[in-house]
């Protein structure tokens, strides 16, 4: 059957063509490597963000007058806190940038449905 002669008709024809790329582009198969994130970039900005802070909390006890075992105490406190701090932070971040690109993918579909003249315009 010619592809123009569909008797669906061309908005029923984009979401399916658009549905068989999806699941086309969601097949294993091998290529290229890509980054998705730049790992030692958190990390180094993660530990500049808790040297800062640790910082701030050793500075605070000694202006205290608190003793040595209290400084190192609080400095290990603060370590500990900061990393749990900090990979909870990370992992929320990743799962709504995934959610983010999700709710994208269901509006551009949606779009797709309802007005593909102008998405293919977009394209």
Do not use: C
């Not at 969601?26 to 808790?50: F, M």
Request: proline share 3%; charged share 25%; glycine share 10%.
């Amino acid at each position: 059957m010619d592809w123009q002669a569909d008797p669906a008709g061309p908005r029923t024809r984009l979401a399916r063509v658009v549905r068989t790329v999806g699941k086309v582009a969601t097949r294993r198969r091998p290529r290229e490597e890509h980054r998705q994130k730049n790992w030692l970039r958190d990390v180094i900005l993660g530990g500049q963000d808790g040297l800062v802070n640790i910082l701030g909390i050793i500075l605070g006890v000694i202006a205290g007058g608190g003793s040595r075992t209290v400084l190192l105490a609080a400095g290990f406190a603060a370590a500990i806190t900061e990393s749990i701090s900090m990979g909870a932070v990370g992992y929320t971040s990743s799962v709504s940038e995934r959610d983010y690109y999700a709710s994208e993918r269901t509006r551009e579909l949606s779009e797709i449905e309802t007005m593909p003249e102008a998405e293919r315009a977009e394209v």
